[in-house]
């Protein structure tokens, strides 16, 4: 799986990673801080983080024609990272305006934007050598499954964190408080959420009794929290530097811009693409570009209405054997016997087998004795449901890669364009199964004097088994997109190419407002998940229909 890789891959990796983990400790909980902190509806929460979201995605179409045409691929990435960093310093900063807000975000996606797409070209080139050329989809799959790494604590990291500080205040966690607090404030109230709130408040160790004074606290201390919780973000980017840097002599030999590469073409009498081949190719990637837009639309729910539905609809205790789930060190070991697993079966030497079979028995047995120690009943939060996809990734990564391997020894691997299509077709089944667990429930129109929260809760496992069928769509998708755009973009475009991919993300990452707004409404929930259902159905039936364009250009 990691044989016939080249080194520099592992470093643009871990550079990656320790960004992404900082990216996403702030995305979990951000819909979360919007609404304890500013108040806002689902529906204004679901626009600036669709806005959020776009701006972090269109911008890297920048980011890739700065990297083109001037600065060329890694002076890009350094600047995106010392720009990132500035906007999270900027976010951590407690007791921050609306605007102020805004502004950090705005830095943030900026930084993003001349970071993300320009270090995923510099992977992409490593595969340009002939020695490398057929490793390039799975290369990508690793790149995604290192991604997924950081992003696979960060919920947890943004969990530890917000409670801390909200302990420190004397103060617990309770999903329902932030929404009756601010209608308490504005005059909003009704009697019944008025006797939920003092009840609540008289649950806090530090047992307010004046409501008023309570719930300018709760509001302050929970926001003061969230804030401290996007400051991991700076750390992990200190990292992250760190190791690009340390790293260079790596890559040092794909880092260029298009007038560097058409000298070293030249030079090397490369055959050069006609005009009519070079509209083909990015005609053919705007194509793909058109369906990932209805995928992430969907895709990225995530961290918006399938959060809310984790906060509102989802009991926020677990028994049982789905604890172990709920445990990021559990799922740590998980994936590390999931490896281990596939070392032992595809080492050819004795001793890599015996350390493999070591490392499994090990994972094993840790877990079993973690598991044993866990508490009979584990408390949930919202944003924690977000950890499950990065595991799934990391675990199912070698299986995905595995199952491609096998039927390209047959020939029967199927091409890119139709793994990107069959990951529509599977995303939809994700939404499906949500729809099935929202059957019978309220709309959150109807959900009023509770804070939000529904009576009726279902079990969370409704939603990690849709988070598991959404990786399965991403694995097909994401990372065999990219691998597709630096495979059939232009060389002179690679930039401007693997930008109007993110591009194309961000499309639909604004369009993720528009179901926060259905969601906001008197649609019947599951009816909100069929919308998502309906579009990615129709999308993997229109990149059926264009299959043999797409593949024209990937041969």
């Known amino acids: 799986m990691f044989n016939n890789q080249p080194k520099g891959l592992y470093a643009l990796a871990l550079a990656n990673t320790g960004e992404r983990f900082g990216y996403y400790t702030m995305l979990a909980i951000f819909t979360l801080f919007l609404q304890a902190k500013f108040g806002l509806t689902e529906a204004a929460t679901g626009q600036i983080f669709g806005g959020f979201l776009a701006a972090v995605y269109f911008l890297p179409l920048l980011g890739g024609i700065i990297a083109d045409r001037w600065w060329g691929y890694g002076k890009t990435v350094t600047v995106g990272i010392v720009v990132m960093f500035l906007g999270y310093i900027l976010l951590a900063i407690p007791g921050m305006s609306m605007s102020a807000m805004v502004a950090a975000l705005f830095v943030i996606a900026l930084g993003t934007g001349l970071f993300k797409g320009n270090l995923q070209v510099m992977v992409g080139n490593l595969y340009d050598a002939p020695q490398y050329k057929s490793q390039r989809d799975p290369g990508f799959s690793l790149f995604y499954m290192a991604i997924n790494i950081g992003a696979m604590f960060a919920p947890t990291a943004a969990t530890k964190v917000t409670n801390y500080f909200l302990g420190k205040a004397g103060l617990l966690y309770n999903a329902k408080i932030p929404a009756l607090a601010h209608q308490f404030l504005n005059g909003s109230i009704s009697p019944e959420g008025t006797a939920e709130l003092t009840n609540l408040a008289a649950a806090q160790p530090a047992g307010i009794a004046d409501l008023t004074a309570f719930s300018h606290a709760y509001i302050d201390r929970l926001s003061e929290a969230y804030n401290y919780g996007f400051g991991v973000a700076c750390i992990s980017l200190v990292v992250s530097m760190a190791i690009y840097l340390a790293t260079r002599s790596l890559y040092r030999h794909v880092d260029y811009n298009s007038k560097q590469l058409a000298a070293k073409t030249s030079a090397a009498g490369a055959e050069v693409l006609t005009k009519k081949q070079t509209r083909e190719r990015i005609v053919a990637l705007v194509l793909v ?253 229109f990149i059926f229909s264009i299959m043999k364009k797409l593949e024209k250009v990937t041969r």
Not at 340 to 369: E, P, T, W, Y
Not at 379 to 388: A, E, G, L, S
Not at 441 to 469: E, Q, R
């Open 289 to 541: 570009f058109a369906v990932v837009i209805f995928f992430w639309m969907s895709f990225h729910q995530n961290g918006l209405t399938m959060t809310f539905f984790a906060r509102d609809y989802t009991a926020n205790f677990v028994e049982g054997w789905s604890r172990i789930g709920f445990d990021v060190l559990n799922l740590t070991l998980i994936a590390v016997a999931v490896y281990a697993l596939f070392s032992l079966l595809q080492s050819k030497v004795a001793r890599s087998k015996a350390v493999s079979g070591g490392v499994l028995a090990a994972a094993l047995a840790a877990l079993a004795v973690k598991y044993g120690a866990m508490d009979a009943t584990v408390q949930v939060y919202p944003q924690i449901f977000q950890q499950f996809n990065p595991f799934f990734v990391v675990a199912l990564t070698p299986v995905s890669m595995a199952i491609f391997a096998a039927l390209a020894k047959r020939g029967k691997e199927p091409s890119t364009p139709r793994k990107i299509g069959l990951g529509m077709f599977v995303a939809a089944a994700g939404f499906g199964i949500l729809a099935i667990g929202s059957l019978g429930l309220a709309s959150p129109a109807t959900l009023g004097n509770t804070g939000g929260v529904s009576d009726v809760l279902v079990h969370p496992n409704w939603l990690v088994s849709t988070y598991l069928t959404l990786t399965f769509a991403e694995l097909l998708l994401s990372p065999m997109g990219i691998s597709f755009v630096s495979k059939v973009a232009p060389p002179k475009y690679k930039g401007m190419m693997m930008g109007g991919w993110f591009a194309a993300t961000a499309v639909g990452n604004y369009l993720t407002s528009i179901i926060g707004s259905i969601y906001g409404g008197k649609m019947e929930l599951w009816m909100v998940w069929g919308v998502l259902i309906a579009c990615c159905l129709l999308s993997a039936l």
